[in-house]
């Protein structure tokens, strides 16, 4: 077992990990944060992205031990008192049916418009392409970011 | 799905990296980002013993200005290679084949040493690697050792690495001048490669002085297309002379054959898009 | 007494936002892997690494022993109790429906049939304790290809041979249709094995307590799944209760009975303890029933003007090794669908069910229809190219005219209302069809090497299954009506419970705008309930695009009864005649004396209270409704594609994709545009990217979505939809969407790439229709000679 202490959505835990534990199945299993799916086992869906000091990662591809010290951004800890611009953008542009993929498409989607505030529909389309949905189609996800990004919301 | 147990080490330097390898024989890993070995530990087609975790050392980050080259460090991130101001200005080929890996959360652990170490002649930047003539350089029990990218990649997902040594870092020459293009063909954007063409190109006058081409899952290691940069070197600079030129590109290869393209298809894209991956580069 | 009728509906064709987003956006979901219960164990399987084989021992002492592993079993173990996955759909008399046992007892007839199984205290250690299991196999040879399954030297998959069924049906004299017919074209068409691949990887959680047992299950059906469970193993009907909690996209592909539900159920009432079992993704991509997987043979006559004599089909439809839940039925779904929008005086269709060394298939998106569409929509087009014809102008020289409405196909089929003019015209004026075609002649012109091709999809589709009657007709196992209940509050809310069990498609904010018109009840007054038996104990489940045609009917009774109950409990309290009272928007008021009304929540207050109740009157409101549709729905549509294609590599890129689709009256249009674009990606991938391929050895190859190429956003075009409207004579004028997308799709792209590749001799690609492919096709063309 090795030891870690990780911050997650603002709160710290200290635990005994199996080296083997996926980040994952620590954040669902051992900090209880089930807001974050698993959908492969091939880090080709995204829908366990999270944020990792600030940047997107998919938590299926990360062992927890790597996230010794890191500071961990879930779907949970995303909301800030009110809806996150992306969420709401989410729900008004009807961007989610069954909505497994949509809890790491809109972390996806908070990365790349930090990184890129004001992308085209090429820019979102190729941001998105870690993120696979199978309801939608990605239409409203695509306008869903471009509203949150004419919104303002730069992360 | 779930990794076979194995235990692990998180060494703060380098020398303490080597020597945690050194002990424990050919049962140990090194993971960097864990792009490329996660899923294979998941999969259980990898089952090390030991993990040896290079992502708290720092002397394996950074991106160093050398005069005529960059010194880039092994657990540099794809983000970081598409985003450092170094590599854009004096190496804007690797960053723009590392755009084109996976997807941005990939990117964002992946590491540039992490995908030579791995070896997979599907992965865009060994070709890359092998066409720049990078050395790569790596800390062994016996101390330094430099390898010229055109001895690393031995085989298969085998490299020239030992088992107890660690790649630090990546030497790439700076090729003021030259043109560069990565030609990246994949049956959707998360896909790897079916056949991917890095090339550059020096210019003289209406000419190409030289030209360096390196194949991606042309083979069990990446490979320079010699053939087809000895028809480049000399030619006018001009789409139909790179595409006379480019015809050349399949010779000597051993593509594989799977889902995605039978060898002789891949041959053919080899063709076609070194073609245009030599029209790139040389600004045609 | 006649049904009163909402005057001015609100809610109707309004874009509600979806009540469910809430949780879902902001990670408060319960998926069924989520569900954590004191105790529980986990299951994990041993399956087979071999395509068949007999299993000649099972030894799982060692796993036993392994620490956090409270027990391990093989097939033997459960040989007595396991019963046989059902088939609710023996499609002919004489069919052959082999045993099918949740885990392997003697033999294994596809990689990744259940052998044995391991409870532990957790994940990790049931993974790792399945490696100490010791299975002894005696590999037996596969069977893959249904073209040589029936040759007599094929291995047999089970004793009994490879053919499973042969189902004909006919109308009109196909013989008199094609002899002398001016024209006749064959082609022979692949539709290939897809893999459902819902976001949400299948999981079950099983507990009991006593003599019940309760099992959360990922999936579409739980009232049939809950029926079948008791049927299986025996269990009372009612000490089962089965819940669908949130659920990840179903497809068809949780429209099923599962090896893992059975064991599930079974391993909790022996070991006493909760269970629980979550796949991985490449386990699902093995053993999560599969799409499509048929060749057709197809033959169609015409006169010279074009018009369409007759239709002929002969399909070879893959079973996979075992029938599942309505396997066999899939194909025969199709069957009334291959005349498409077209009149004919003959059809003839032959379906032939071959039994392989693989995954069984099943109900995918379209289920039957999108095998049909495409068969008859590549063949419209090659039928043009014979005849010099506008594909067009083909069309429209065959369809079913507006003014022909409801019209009985040769088929059979009354297809209830349509506009196929005004749908294909709007797609080209949307499309700018003239301009591209215009752009096409200049590209083939001057032999540009990025050609253009326009394709084109007109279909009509039937769903909303099913008229009972006409599925009894079929020899299906169930019924295809639908439940719905509605429960007034004493504080004027209202509780919606349904026999619908939505995956993702927005129920519970449709059917508060259905109820809310009926009732005259505020959108938000209204909670829908649904996937648990215990809470809605009567139900048909969805799939089918049948929740709003046949659901949202069943919510409209519902509500005619609420009316008619509160119009008696209201003449008493406004001390009127019944018959005096004027219903309009949610309350009840006197003809000429608008003053003198009473409300539909005041109503409730009093029936709850029931102090002062008219004599021998029941003191509730509350209703049932269950409907039983006496035809399906056919929405129809036009949609057109433009591909670009590189034919130096072969590469495909969709230019741009126009939808006019005519689902009847919406009830909320952001869920049906939503319907249209998720049903048109699924289309379009099976046109260019997906195949769940089998090695000669019988090993499924592509069991990771690195291989299984689910399309991206970067991957997909964006699409213009559209619609026409032609009400449906159901009370709401609606017609299904879920699975319309799909239908149309995967032909609009085929023939647009055909058509872009005529000039150069290619007259088809076979799917998915990857880079590869084009490009030998061209060569092939190239080298053979042929151009046109």
Redesign the interface.
């Known amino acids: 077992m ?1 030891h870690i202490t990780v911050t997650v959505d603002g709160a710290r835990y200290a635990d005994d990990v ?3 534990m ?1 980040l994952v199945h620590y954040l669902r299993e051992v900090v209880g944060k089930t807001g974050t799916p698993i959908g492969c ?4 869906c ?1 829908a366990c ?1 999270v944020l ?1 000091n600030g ?4 938590s ?4 927890a ?2 996230a ?1 010290g890191a500071d961990i951004t879930t779907i949970e800890g995303l909301a800030n008192g009110e809806l996150h611009p992306l969420q709401r953008a989410f729900h008004e542009m009807h961007a989610l049916q069954c909505g497994y993929c949509t809890p790491g498409m809109i972390i ?1 989607a908070a ?2 418009l930090r ?1 890129n505030p004001h992308p085209t529909e090429r820019e979102v389309r ?2 998105l ?3 696979l949905c199978r309801c939608t189609g990605y239409e409203n996800i695509v306008r869903a970011v471009q509203r949150a990004a004419e919104a303002g919301a730069t992360s | ?8 080490v ?1 060494p703060s330097s380098l020398d303490e990296a080597v020597r945690a390898l050194a002990d424990a024989g050919d049962d140990a890993k090194v ?1 960097a980002g ?2 490329s070995l ?2 294979l ?3 259980r087609l990898a089952n090390p013993e030991l ?1 040896v ?1 290079v ?1 708290g050392i720092d002397e394996l980050r950074g991106v160093t200005d050398e005069g005529d080259s960059l010194l880039i460090g092994a657990r540099t991130t794809h ?1 970081q290679l598409v985003h450092d101001p170094l590599i854009a200005e004096h190496c804007g080929l690797i960053a723009e084949t590392a755009e084109t890996v ?5 990117r ?2 992946g590491t540039f040493g992490g995908s030579l170490a791995h070896g997979d002649p599907a992965g865009d930047l060994p070709a890359v690697a092998l066409a720049l003539d990078a050395t790569l350089i790596a800390r062994g029990p016996g101390g330094d050792r430099e390898i010229p990218a055109a001895d690393f990649f031995v085989d298969y997902l085998t490299t020239a690495l030992e088992p107890a040594e660690v790649l630090t870092g990546i030497r790439v020459p700076k090729l003021p001048g030259w043109g560069y293009r990565y030609e990246k ?1 994949h ?6 490669a ?1 056949v991917g063409v890095a090339a550059l190109v020096q210019r003289s006058n209406g000419q190409v002085a030289n030209a360096r081409i390196g194949l991606t899952n042309m083979g069990p290691v990446p490979v320079r297309a010699t053939a087809a940069e000895d028809a480049a070197t000399g030619a006018q600079a001009s789409r139909d002379s790179l595409r006379a030129a480019a015809s050349r590109a399949g010779e000597g290869t051993e593509p594989p054959a799977d ?4 060898p002789d ?1 891949r041959r ?2 080899a063709r ?2 070194t073609g245009r991956a030599l029209a790139a580069a040389a600004g045609v | 007494m006649t049904a009163p009728t909402v005057a001015h509906p609100a809610e109707l064709g309004r874009a509600r936002l979806r009540k469910e987003d809430a949780r879902l956006i902001t990670g408060q979901t319960n998926w069924t892997d989520n569900i954590v219960l004191p105790g529980l164990l986990h299951m994990a399987f041993l399956r087979s690494p071999h395509a068949h084989a007999r299993i000649t021992s099972v030894n799982v002492s060692a796993a036993r022993q392994l620490p956090g592993v409270i027990a391990a079993y093989s097939g033997a173990d459960f040989a007595d109790e396991q019963g046989s996955l059902p088939c609710a759909w023996p499609v002919t008399p004489d069919i052959v429906i082999p045993a099918h046992p949740p885990m392997a007892v003697d033999e294994v007839r596809y990689v990744g049939e259940a052998v044995a199984v391991v409870v532990a205290r957790n ?2 250690e049931a ?2 304790a399945i490696e100490a299991i010791e299975v002894d196999y005696e590999p037996l040879p596969p069977v893959l290809d249904i073209r040589t399954a029936l040759d007599e030297d094929s291995p047999k998959v089970h004793e009994a041979g490879n053919k499973s069924f042969e189902w004909v049906f006919g109308n009109g004299d196909i013989d008199a249709a094609f002899s002398g017919a001016p024209v006749v074209v064959e082609r022979t068409y692949r539709q290939q094995r897809l893999i459902p691949s819902a976001m949400e990887p299948r999981a079950v959680v099983a507990a009991s307590t006593g003599d019940e047992v309760t099992l959360w299950s990922s999936t579409q059906i739980p009232h049939v799944l809950r029926v079948m469970l008791a049927l299986v193993t025996g269990i009372p009907e009612q000490n089962i209760r089965v819940i669908a909690p949130d659920v990840g996209g179903g497809f068809g592909s949780k429209l099923q009975v599962t090896a893992e539900e059975v064991l599930a159920v079974l391993i909790t009432r022996k070991l006493g303890r909760p269970v629980k079992w979550t796949e ?4 699902g991509n093995m053993t999560t029933h599969h799409g499509r997987d048929q060749w057709q043979r197809i033959r169609i006559a015409a006169d010279s003007d074009g018009r369409i004599r007759g239709l002929d089909v002969d399909l070879l439809a893959d079973m996979g090794a075992y029938l599942m839940l309505v396997t066999p039925g899939i194909p025969l779904l199709g069957a009334f669908m291959f005349n498409g929008i077209y009149k004919m005086d003959a059809l003839a269709f032959k379906c032939t069910g071959v039994f392989t060394t693989k995954m069984p298939t099943d109900a995918y998106r379209g289920a039957g229809r999108p095998e049909a569409t495409f068969a008859i929509e590549r063949t419209i087009d090659e039928l043009a190219v014979e005849l010099g014809l506008e594909p067009l102008e083909l069309r429209a020289r065959n369809w079913i005219a507006h003014e022909e409405f409801p019209y009985t196909t040769i088929a059979g089929l009354t297809y209830d209302s349509g506009n196929y003019e005004a749908a294909t015209a709007k797609a080209k004026e949307l499309f700018r069809y003239d301009e591209l075609r215009q752009e096409q002649a200049e590209r083939n012109a001057r032999n540009d090497p990025v050609r253009l091709g326009i394709g084109i999809s007109t279909f009509t589709e039937m769903c909303g299954l099913a008229p009972s009657r006409v599925l009894g007709s079929l020899s299906y196992g169930a019924g295809g009506w639908e439940s719905a209940s509605i429960r007034m509050l004493p504080t004027g809310k209202v509780e919606v419970v349904t026999g619908s069990s939505a995956h993702g498609q927005g129920h519970e904010t449709a059917w508060s705008q259905i109820v809310a018109d009926q009732l005259g009840v505020p959108f938000e007054d209204i909670r829908v309930l649904h996937g648990d038996t215990q809470v809605s104990p009567k139900g048909m489940d969805t799939y089918g695009s049948r929740s709003l045609a046949v659901g949202g009917m069943a919510l409209v009774g519902a509500c005619d009864k609420v009316i008619e109950k509160a119009r008696v409990i209201a003449a008493g309290m406004i001390e009127a005649s019944a018959d005096d009272l004027e219903w309009t928007a949610g309350r009840f008021s006197v003809r000429g004396d608008p003053e003198k009304a009473v409300t539909i929540g005041e109503i409730a207050l009093a029936a709850f209270a029931a102090h002062n109740l008219p004599e021998g009157v029941e003191p509730s409101l509350d209703s049932d409704h269950t409907y039983d549709p006496d035809n399906f729905s056919f929405p129809h549509g036009t949609h057109l594609c433009a591909t670009e294609i590189d034919t ?2 072969g ?1 495909v890129t969709i230019r741009s994709y126009v939808a006019v689709d005519d689902v009847g009256k919406v009830v909320n249009p952001l869920i049906v545009e939503g319907q249209v674009h998720g049903g048109i990606a699924q289309g379009i991938a099976q046109a260019l ?1 997906e ?1 769940g ?1 089998y090695d000669d050895a019988g090993n499924l ?2 069991t ?1 979505l ?2 299984y ?1 689910v ?2 956003a ?2 997909l075009p964006s699409y213009v939809t559209s619609r026409t409207e032609s009400p449906s004579d159901n009370r709401l004028g609606v017609k299904g969407v879920g699975e319309a997308g799909t239908i149309a799709s995967t032909p609009a792209v085929v023939n647009a790439i055909i058509d872009a590749l005529r000039p150069l001799g290619v007259s088809d690609v076979i799917m998915p229709c ?3 492919r084009v ?2 096709a061209i060569q092939s063309a190239q080298q053979s000679g042929a151009t046109s």
């Open positions: 090795t199996e080296p083997r996926l086992d091939t880090s080709n995204g992205t990792m940047e997107s990662v998919k299926c591809a990360v062992l031990v790597q010794d996806a990365d790349l990184d190729e941001g392409e870690g993120n | 799905m779930i990794p076979s147990k194995f235990d692990y998180r993971i864990g792009q996660l899923p530990l998941r999969l993990l975790d992502g983000y996976a997807d941005p959360a990939v964002h652990r063909f049956r959707t954007a998360q896909a790897w079916t889902l995605h393209g039978a298809y053919h894209l076609v898009l | 994940r990790y993974a790792d991985s993704r490449s386990e130096e590599t590469m990217y195949e391929v190859v592509t990771t690195a291989d190429l399309p991206s970067a991957d990857t880079p590869e490009w030998r």
